[in-house]
């Protein structure tokens, strides 16, 4: 049906349209407007003055919000270009500065030679460089050799000197001065303390560079003797043998090491030395960082940790007597740092009591390690075997502790029976002596130990001997049933002095007189001539598995020398088990002063 309205509608539409205005475009165009605006300043960017309005248009809070906004944009964009250039601005060692070092005792002899005492040995390889250096990871370098060449029967080494090395007055280092270092050392009027290790080596100078060193049989130790100083021919050779020891070139050396010869201060009544300055020497096949090293000698491990501060800047304690009083030292820093040592209670296993690994493992677990460290030597660590932590071969053992059950069913499944308060064999009773130093560290240790065996069901006594007289009167002859002490390692970290069956008798070092066929085997392999690490870790590892089930003795704890400094040492590398026993191994490394260079790959 049609909309009677719609007519209507049609209308009223064309009306509308008749009377509405027209649209026109604006007269000047937008564009046109913005332009305009933009030209009232050369920035497109608002001034500051033009950022204030904006408080006005929005409210407190808003406001507030803004500014956090900002100052926290600026304060991440500030900590993104300073960690930017922190991890590109890298901080190096430099060469420089100075820093003196107090150490105990006064040298002699300050020459690769004759040295023999703690002291001498410490300094002389400051002065010093052999054909080879050791790394403190034990590994062998070439020094002023550039090439060290051994034979395939192990016999012949063939030394080729790096060009151009020369001595500390500027004379060149020749074949002939490492041909005159053996030769001294070989001749009986010298008394070399290195006679034993050169006696028959042959050495062979072929031209100024190059030479042979023959031995009579393979000896995978000889490498370490090659780190020993070289001494100036021109200078000794005019010296009569019978005179080396008097001459002063023993504390005014001319050498060839990483420092060279300043100046000595003595006293002035005794001539005793009480300091040595030594300088950075350039021209050294291993150049050190420091300019200036002092070495400060002084009479115990009390003088060295007063000396701190004031006269001294480092110094290095073995006493553990004297660590908690370092810690206290103001402005002082400490680290402690492991030794190659390990404090055991070794069985004399020629007693037929302790010739039985029953009564050994029996022992071994009633005693807990723990308690013995923290009683004697808190700063220590414990271990399970004379393999220590960083040598090859090692691996982590279960924590020890005591087990008095275990160790009573250990013995009496073995025969032994409880009468009263002790374990009894037939007509054998479970008594002996346990043998310690007369020093307070070992007898503290000794209390703990006699202690737990006692609650086991043992009878001992405790027998203290002067530490002095504990090697002829102990030791030597093996007088002893449980002998507390320490073995204490070489730079090779070599375990065959003390555990091989061959070393069983004076002067060897196998307290226990331990004999086992598989671990002898160990011990030959581990220092075969040409041995790999790889083998010789198998090695080590299968003497810790033999230790740990044989137990010719009870390893308790890992001594740690304590380093002490009031002034700010670096070192370029972490330490080691033989710098903590050398403390200037690492000599050429220590540094005070640093630079800083971009690098734009960290």
Do not use: C
Request: aromatic share 10%; proline share 6%.
């Amino acid at each position: 049906m049609r909309n009677p309205l719609a007519p209507l509608a049609s209308r009223a539409r064309q009306l509308v349209a008749r009377f509405r205005r027209p649209q026109s475009a604006p007269a000047v165009p937008l564009a046109h407007d913005q332009a305009m605006v933009q030209n009232l300043n050369e920035s497109r960017w608002p001034s500051w003055s033009q950022f204030s309005y904006i408080f006005r248009y929005v409210g407190k809070r808003e406001g507030w919000v803004f500014r956090l906004g900002i100052i926290f944009l600026f304060l991440s964009a500030a900590l993104l270009v300073g960690r930017y250039i922190g991890r590109h601005w890298i901080a190096q060692p430099a060469v420089g500065g100075n820093f003196t070092e107090a150490i105990v005792g006064t040298p002699r002899f300050i020459n690769p030679v004759l040295a023999s005492s703690d002291v001498d040995l410490a300094i002389t390889p400051l002065l010093y460089s052999g054909l080879l250096r050791q790394l403190p990871d034990g590994t062998f370098v070439n020094d002023l050799a550039e090439k060290l060449e051994l034979s395939s029967d192990g016999k012949v080494y063939t030394a080729t000197l790096t060009q151009g090395r020369t001595w500390h007055d500027g004379e060149k280092i020749t074949a002939d001065d490492v041909s005159f270092t053996i030769e001294t050392i070989q001749n009986p009027n010298v008394a070399s303390v290195h006679y034993a290790h050169f006696r028959d080596v042959k050495v062979e100078v072929k031209d100024e560079r190059t030479l042979t060193l023959t031995l009579e049989k393979a000896d995978p130790a000889f490498r370490r003797l090659l780190t020993l100083g070289i001494i100036p021919a021109h200078i000794w050779a005019e010296i009569p043998p019978a005179s080396m020891s008097t001459t002063d070139y023993n504390l005014k050396p001319i050498g060839n090491g990483p420092f060279k010869f300043k100046e000595v201060r003595k006293k002035e009544r005794s001539g005793d030395v009480t300091s040595i300055m030594l300088e950075r020497n350039p021209a050294a096949a291993t150049p050190a960082l420091l300019q200036d090293l002092r070495i400060r000698f002084v009479d115990d491990g009390q003088a060295a940790l007063d000396s701190l501060g004031g006269q001294a800047d480092g110094t290095r304690l073995v006493s553990n007597d004297l660590y908690g009083k370092a810690e206290k030292l103001r402005g002082a820093e400490v680290d402690y740092v492991p030794m190659p040592q390990s404090v055991a209670a070794f069985f004399n296993t020629k007693r037929s009591l302790f010739g039985n690994s029953d009564v050994r493992l029996a022992l071994r677990d009633a005693i807990d390690p723990e308690n013995v460290r923290s009683a004697a030597r808190p700063s220590a660590r414990t271990i399970n075997s004379p393999v220590l932590r960083d040598m090859p071969g090692w691996s982590e053992l279960p924590d020890r502790h005591a087990d008095l059950a275990g160790a009573r069913q250990r013995l009496e499944k073995a025969g032994w029976k409880k009468e009263g308060d002790v374990y009894v064999k037939g007509k054998v009773k479970l008594e002996f002596t346990l043998t310690v130093p007369d020093v307070k560290e070992y007898v503290d240790a000794a209390n703990v130990i006699v202690g737990a065996w006692k609650e086991l069901g043992a009878v001992v006594t405790v027998h203290a001997v002067d530490p002095s007289a504990l090697n002829k009167e102990v030791i030597k002859d093996r007088t002893f049933d449980v002998l507390l002490y320490a073995d204490r390692y070489d730079a090779t970290l070599d375990l065959y002095p003390f555990w091989h069956s061959t070393q069983s008798y004076d002067p060897g070092l196998n307290l226990t007189s331990f004999y086992s066929k598989e671990l002898d085997a160990a011990l030959d392999k581990a220092r075969t001539a040409n041995v790999n690490e790889a083998d010789r870790a198998a090695a080590y590892a299968k003497v810790q598995q033999i230790m740990v089930q044989e137990a010719p003795a009870i390893f308790l704890y890992q001594p740690a020398a304590a380093i002490v400094h009031t002034k700010t040492l670096h070192v370029t590398n972490a330490p080691t088990l033989l710098t903590a026993s050398n403390r200037f191994l690492d000599v050429a490394n220590w540094y005070v002063n640093t630079d800083h260079v971009w690098r734009w790959s960290p």
